[in-house]
């Protein structure tokens, strides 16, 4: 029979839906992070109660599979001495010359327009370690970052 006459549904022709990929490596959070994951665990529930339509639900439910995994997975990082660039400090630097401050923050926390970002950003990465005073290479310039303060954030 030719597939002209063949009546298939909609659904056949929906993109398929995913679960959210779980970024890879050590679930490291600050405090303020994980009281992040919490809420919005409680918010995606509270969603899911009261969502009428099944593909909202499922939707809702998807996402809250992902937080739920984020919590368990959850690694609540040690408190930052404050004498390096470490997970949870708030970081002031010169990039090319320019002055910047940073907070080094877990992968869910990370809103770079925040100033917030992650323990994994190529840019986090390259200052972990180090101290003030000291000159980074960073892209394709050797002296790059010059770390002008360090100290412990905040909750």
Partial sequence: MSVAFRRE???????????????AGPNLVTARGLALIVERIAA????????????????LQ?????WQTRQVTA???PVPS???????TVVRFALNDKPRTLRIVGDDE???AAGLISFNA?????????QVGDWLPFGQ???????LGVEVAGP
């Fill in 9 to 23: 549904s909609d659904e056949e022709h929906l993109e398929p839906k995913f679960e959210l990929p779980i970024p």
């Fill in 44 to 59: 995606l529930e509270t969603a899911i109660a009261q969502a009428a339509e099944p593909a909202a639900v499922t939707a």
């Fill in 62 to 66: 998807r996402d809250l599979r992902y």
């Fill in 75 to 77: 690694v609540l990082a």
């Fill in 82 to 88: 404050g004498e390096k660039v470490e997970f949870g």
């Fill in 110 to 112: 990370a809103d770079p």
């Fill in 122 to 130: 190529p840019l986090s990465r390259a200052m972990l370690g180090a």
């Fill in 141 to 147: 310039a050797e002296d790059a970052l010059e770390i």
